[in-house]
């Protein structure tokens, strides 16, 4: 087990990792004394056509600054001076390249000059990603669930190994479905795993309790860059950010209930979600929506003629969990809300693309509980997501998801996939109108990945109102849960889209990479 302080957090950064290439070496041992140190690496973010964001960190007031080309060797190099990274951000930056060609390599530079008169300069961070080409077929990773149940960096183990398994598949971005830091998951420095087995941690003081201060929930995703297996994927693959519930507290909605919970000293939820809002907002590599709503996760990223990806956020504008058998839909069922299904009507309706991925971090189908609505053993379930546990036509929440899937069916939507994580295992779900309850509906598949570095559970019970059929699961044995990674039970997706056939074929991995599910889905005209 190690327990490390701010100063050995610095240090332990200062790893060089000499079987990589010299485009993707994360830092140097020669670090300049009075020089900033870049702690955390650097993220890739967002990439869509002609652009990409770029993130990094530093330990101290600076400024980033981003050079970049399209060879190795850096010749006709372009360097843009960045944004100022500072207290108010906790010396986050983001800079957006823009003007980027299709189908390029481009290999990046990135450092900080410190406020002072000696604008003393950070040993540069490098990396490289490959932008999209039109002609090209598309090759992406998804998958959630970080650092859980108290099964955090794990040296011994090799650390989060999962992230150079996708890192392997060569992927041009990767989807982080939801609950990328478990800021209500305290992690210890060490925990009992199956048969016996001990885990140990790396442990620092931010993650040492449930965070309740903007510090604290800021120390949740420097924790997770601490890995070394993180930060050279994200030095080369972009990525596309949604939360979840663990990134503030378990569960939680805006009428989520802290006063029994002993760990919080903190009862009001408004404040950590206010906490939390702006430390995702600060370590997520996504690119700022508009003053309109600056805090905005839902968005859509276009690939072209082949994807578009539908990013939705299912935790901002949801209504309290409750037994979710409303007949009537009312603020009570709101889950997504009325802006954002409209926003995403409109879209899916006016999308292009051959593939219509909606990434949502919550599943459709599954009944995920919340306890019971009066807190008593055996009383009337509370539901925490779309599904209600009673099989019949919908109710609840599920009647907002019934009016987006009958407008999909009437406008002739073609090839709409959902991607999701949070329930911790592998899945595949078709989703049949003529097994169904509420039938208004096209058939569609789901797709479930994660976790990536949490314990793992499940399989979850389905409910039958979309008439959800499990084609796959790989879960852990009837009667266990909360398995460690040691188990080996962690998955990612990957997904591919031939350029040529436009058939997207999904593939469920586990943590070495192997595939545990196949799936092939011929692409259909985009209107009947």
Known sequence: MKKLDKKQNAISQGLVFTALPVFLALTSCAVLADAPLMEQGIQFGDLAPGRVIVWSHADRPARMMVQYAFNEQFTNSRTIRGPYALEASDFTARQDLVGLPDGKDVFVKVWFEDLTNSRAKSEPVLGHFHTIGKQESIRFVWGGDISGQGWGINEAFGGMKIYEAMRQVEPQFFISSGDNVYSDGPIPESKLAENGQVWTNLVTPEVSKVAETLDEFRGRYKYNLLDHNIRRFNAEVPQIWQWDDHEVVNNWSSAKDLNSDARYTVKDVPTLIAHATKAFHEYAPLRPHDAEESERVYRKISYGKLLDVFVLDMRSYRGPNTANLQTQESTETTFLGETQLAWLKAEIKNSKATWKVISADMPIGLNIGD???????????????????????????????????????????????????????AAAHYYDPSKAQTKDFSPFWEFVAGPLNAGTFGPNTTDGTFGPQVVFTKAPPTGQANLSPYA???????????????????????????????KTIPAESNRD
């Not at 539901?383 to 907002?400: Q, S, T, V």
Request: charged share 25%; proline share 3%; glycine share 10%.
């Open 488 to 518: 080996g039970l962690q998955f990612f997706g990957e997904v591919n889209i031939d350029r040529d056939t436009k058939a997207m074929t999904v593939d469920l991995k586990d943590i070495d990479g192997m595939p545990v599910f196949t």
């Open 371 to 425: 306890g019971t609505v009066d807190d008593i053993p055996n009383g009337t379930p509370r539901w925490e997501a779309i599904a209600n546990g009673n099989n019949g036509a919908a109710a609840g929440r599920e009647l907002e998801t019934a009016r987006l899937l009958s407008f999909i069916k009437h406008e002739h939507i073609n090839n709409i996939v959902w991607l999701t994580a949070d329930v911790h295992y």
